[in-house]
Each structure stands twice: as C-alpha cells, then as structure tokens.
C-alpha cells in the first residue's frame, strides 16, 4: 500500500511538472509581461531596469525553477488588469466554485445512482424510460442552453429563483458560504443542477450498464440459488461490484466538473474562478491564467490520486495482484 501511494504521488509531481512547464511557458510566447505591467509613456530605460528587477532577463531554466519555487507557495504574482495577487483574488473566488462543484457532484450521485439501478432493475417501467429520456435530453443539450432555459422558466416565467449571483453569503473567516442562507440556497439551485446534470446523465447511464452486466454473471446465479432475497443478491452483490468502475469514472467527473464550472459561471454570473478565468484571457491576463492552469491540474491530479486509492482500497483484486507479484 505504501509503495502504491508513494508511486501515485512520484506521478503526479511528474504531471505537475509539466503542467507548471506549460503555465510558465505563457509568460514568454504570449505577449510581453512588461508591456501588460506598464502604460506607453514608459521609457526603454524603466522597462529594462523592471525587467532586470522581475528577472525576466535571466536563464529560462532558472526563470522556469523560480516559477515552480513561487508556485509550490500559491505565489502566483500579480494580476495585469486588477493590480492585485493573484492568490488573493483566488482566495475570494475558490469558494464559491468549490460550493457550486460540491453541490453539483452530491446532486451528480445522488439522482445518477438510483436511476441507474431502478432503470437497470425495471426496465420496462414507465419511470425507466422517463428517467432515460431525461438523461438523453442531459447528454444532448449543451450546458449554456440548458442554463439559459432554467433561468427563462424558473427565474422569468415563475419568478422562483433569483437568474445570477451567488445570494447573500456568511463570512466565516476563511471561507464564505451562502450554505447558511435562504437566498444563497435558492441562488445555487439553478447553477448547481445546470453543472450536475450531464455528469448525472452520464453515472445513471454507467451505472445502469454496469448493473445489467453484473446482473448477468454466473455468481448472481448462484447467490438467487442459494435462496438470498432480492434485495440482498442486488444491493449486497451486484450494486457493490458495480460501484468499482463507476468510482474511477465519476472521480473523472468531479474533476471535470471543477475545471468545466466556466460555462455555467458565465451564464449564471457565478462569481468563481471560472468566471474569473473567462475574464482573464478577455484581458490577456497571463498570471491569473497560468495560475488556474495549474490549480485545475492540482485538482485533478488530487481526485486521481484519491480515486486510485478508493480503488485499490474497493477492489480486492488489485490488493491479491500485488502481494502476488511480491511473493514472486
């Protein structure tokens, strides 16, 4: 299990690396740093004194370890447009993604698990199909449509839910929710099943695929012979192995879910990092940019990480694979 753990993380820094090497390579093939930080009446003389003082005139190797030194920190420099750290305007908006993407991801798994098993177990149901004409319209339609239309229906038409913004908000510190309002509820509703919806679609339809298979092997046959109920030989035996490639695949989605917030920010005016992104390469800025490039990557690579121990820890095979490979 060590050795498992201390391998997965030799990768991901490799994937980090790279990741790092990209973001940094921003700054030197798109645009002029100096240009963005200073106006038109800048001499050539103060550009060059800047640019000696920001180390831009050094080695690229020593720039690029410079970069992942101040990266590892969460220093990410300064933003061009808003004059501010870039870590700083992060820190305000990191919350508000991680609640919209926690609230879609809890909405995901919980409707996309029970409509796959009820949609594998009654097929011929009248819901079945509801439920797989639901997943279809999920999958076909693009996100902004689909966020466009909730905001006519229940924002213009009904007048139910507020159609942008985050609500009222608690500060707690180092975090604000708007968990602990009324309003704030009621402003993540829309955003967070616009951003969910697919990924449901997807884990109902993987996991209604998965049932049906596993339902069909010669074990299940054997646990109904043995005279176990129903409920046992489908919650107890097949749901369980089904969830083992549905955890790989709906880590996937959690991630993507993060990384992907940016449409559904936009049309919901979320104020997140996505929405933040959008308006970074509006301005062409490279710091804000880069940064997001890397913590999406980080976010990643972490549910990667987290989905692979999941999987060893859920999959008893990987567990035999490996002590057989140690005992040879």
């Known amino acids: 299990m060590i050795a498992f753990i201390i391998r997965r993380l030799l990768q991901s820094i490799v994937v980090m690396l790279v990741v790092a090497l990209l973001a940094f390579s921003m700054f030197r093939y798109i645009g002029d740093p100096i240009n963005q930080m200073v106006g038109v009446e800048t001499s050539s003389e103060e550009r060059e004194a800047l640019r000696e003082r920001l180390g831009l005139n050094d080695p690229m190797l020593v720039q690029f370890g410079r970069f992942v030194a101040d990266a590892a920190r969460f220093d990410f420099g300064v933003s061009y447009q808003q004059k501010k750290p870039v870590s700083a305007l992060f820190a305000d908006r990191l919350p508000a993604t991680l609640e919209l993407a926690f609230l879609s991801a809890v909405f995901a798994l919980a409707c996309g698990i029970p409509m796959g098993v009820y949609t594998a177990l009654r097929r011929d149901a009248w819901l079945s199909k509801v439920f797989l004409t639901v997943s279809l319209i999920g999958i076909s339609l693009p996100t902004f449509l689909i966020g466009i239309l909730m905001i006519f229906v229940f924002s213009v038409w009904l007048g139910w839910l507020p159609s942008f913004g985050r609500g009222e908000t608690v500060d707690l510190g180092i975090w604000t929710t708007g968990l602990l309002t009324a309003n704030g ?64 695949i709906t880590g996937l989605q959690l991630g993507s879910i993060i990384a992907f917030a940016i449409i559904t920010e936009t049309v919901f005016q979320w104020p997140g990092m996505g929405l933040l992104f959008l308006q970074a390469i509006q301005n062409v800025d490279i710091p804000i940019m880069a940064a997001y490039l890397i913590l999406i990557a980080f976010f990643f690579v972490l549910i990667n990480l987290i989905v692979d121990l999941l999987y060893y820890a859920v999959d008893p095979r990987l567990r035999v694979d490996r002590s057989t490979s140690a005992g040879h």
């Open 185 to 248: 509820w009621k402003a993540a509703i829309m955003p967070a099943i616009t951003l969910g919806l697919f990924q449901m679609t997807l884990i109902m339809r993987l996991v209604r695929s998965e049932m049906l298979e596993v339902l069909r092997t010669d074990y299940i046959k054997f646990a109904r012979a043995r005279g176990l109920s129903d409920r046992a030989v489908h919650f107890g035996h097949a749901l369980k192995n089904t969830l083992v490639p549905v955890i790989t």
